[in-house]
């Protein structure tokens, strides 16, 4: 658990070291940003396959889908 | 299906007063549709032996309407209806003898999420419920979220969401009174059922870096309590005596990730992914993968994948015929051994600007995808994705 909590603190250290180093952009600027390939979430196109996934493999979630629950799966 | 979508959005007019009150109107529609195959020999249902020979048809429609309160809030509701239907060899031998009668079986999971969205101040409000029914499974969801954008480029976001399920008893048919039938589907009218809660706290942060590069973190709480197990899975002990699978009546569960997409030049992006997960069964699992959408043109990409995922077994699994009867937990799912998995594949993305042929089908998506884990399991899928406009 202690390792888990390092990890998650690194990790947010790392987010927030990013945040703190990141440089302002305009709406103007945000054409790249915005193109729908740089979505921060999983495709729909991939629904299906995080669902074959949560059912064969012992690890689900942090992916905007479900962490267990709502089917016979893990 | 396709003339009747293009019907509903012939009387759609343009919208060209986004920030004025406007009642809700439908405006994007969503066909997933999937074919998925798997083969293996490690069925739980066997214990950990036997055909793990699975079809899946997975249908899914999402209709989707916007409109703006007087106060300038954006409203947006979405309502989903899922149709899967599968077959799975393994079911046959829910029987002892391997001949339960029905190996195929169907799963509707209706779905509705509201979301408001107030975009002077950069927050969000949403409120989710869901629905899910199958032979031996039935589950009732809820969520809520809220979401803040912060000054520079960020975004902070939470959902709570509660899973209230039900898992039909169906056991392997010799710990069954003979009058119970095969145990396949619709053979199972007198059995009881036992619930299962799964409880979820999702955190996200997402940032802007540069003109380029954007990041999220993820992080999900989730708890679950109750029949954890499925109870058609066998166990083999080694005196060969056999059971039902036994499992702990509470897991928490603790996954971490990462996202990073970056646009490399003009044509190229990196969509990259990493997850750390932990649970208190003795799960511990790393995922790690990388998309690369190439724009051939402006509205057409191709999108090679490679995932890698690896996980430790759970405190309670042994292969067929590895149980002691001393132990208190028992389970040989494969899904909670030991193993890695590889899956690569790829697809292409058509999205022009007027629609395809100038029809409100937006875009056209189709990704293909092979999967191996060292469990000998081996699976392929192949997705559609159709958006209307």
Partial sequence: MIRTIVLCLGIASGVAGLAAGCTPVKEYQKNRLNDSEMSLSSRKVEKNELNFQSYREGASGANGGKTGGGCGCN | MYFLLLHAFSQVTSDSAAFKSRKLRL????????YYTQSGDHSAIQGGIGSEKVTDLANGLELKWLGWDARGRKNTLTAGLGIDHHTAASQAWISKTGASRHTDGLRIYPSLDWMRENEKKGSSVSLGAYYSNEFNYQSFGLSAGISQKTKNNGEFGLKLSGYFDQVKLIYPSEFEPATFGSG???????????????YTASFSFSQVINTRMQVSFLLDL???????????????????????????????????GLRLNY???????????????????????????LEVPVKITPFFSVTPFYRYY???????????????????????????????????????????????????????????????????????VISLHLQFK
């Avoid at chain 2, 405006?27 to 999937?34: I, T």
């Avoid at chain 2, 899975?233 to 036994?246: A, L």
């Avoid at chain 2, 590895?322 to 292409?348: M, R």
Wanted: charged fraction near 20%.
């Fill in chain 2, 310 to 380: 690896t996980q430790t077994a759970a405190d309670y699994f042994a292969p067929y015929g590895e149980h002691a009867h001393s132990d208190t937990y028992y389970t040989s799912n494969y899904a909670l051994a030991k193993f890695s998995g590889n899956f690569f594949g790829g697809g292409f993305r058509v999205a022009p600007p007027k629609g395809i042929f100038d029809t409100h089908l937006s875009s056209l998506e189709i990704r293909y995808g092979h999967y191996t884990q060292t469990t000998d399991l081996v699976s392929d």
């Fill in chain 2, 222 to 256: 989730a708890e679950q309590h109750g029949y954890l197990g499925l109870p058609f899975h066998r166990v083999y002990f080694t005196d060969g005596v056999d059971s039902v699978e036994r499992l702990p009546s509470n897991r928490f569960k603790l996954p971490i």
């Fill in chain 2, 184 to 198: 396949g589907r619709g053979d199972h009218r007198d059995y009881g059922s036992s619930p299962r809660q799964t």
């Fill in chain 2, 27 to 34: 405006d994007e529609v969503n066909l997933v549709s999937s």
């Fill in chain 2, 263 to 289: 646009f490399l030049g003009d044509r190229v992006i990196l969509r990259g992914y990493y997850r750390y997960y932990q649970d208190n069964w003795g799960v511990r699992a790393h995922t790690a993968s």
